[in-house]
């Protein structure tokens, strides 16, 4: 769909990318109903290290790399957060390498992305 968008000049803004702080959080400490993701969390976690990125950066990184995607909207729950994710910003460069891997994570279960 993107491409297509694209060649009518619509201009794509993405949200979400975090999943509503869900892929940031501690994978040993999500609900029941979110243990699903919990692999996905964990893989997150060691591509991140493995860049020597904090998981912002991957996350921002993917949505990024695609050329369709004018900008990516994030929310904060305090200047803590704002500030690290201001600061993902600055490893964007050194995501490129695991951003392949990273592909794995997509998840198009509605009842886990909703």
Partial sequence: LLPSLAAASIEVHVRSVFLQGVLLARPDTLPPHLLPLRSRADKLQRLASQAGVPPEALLLGFALEEAAIACVVVGVDGLPSLLANLRAL??????????????????????LIN
């Fill in 90 to 111: 600055d490893h964007l460069p050194r995501v490129a390498p695991v951003l392949g891997e990273a592909r794995d994570l997509l998840c198009t279960d509605e009842r």
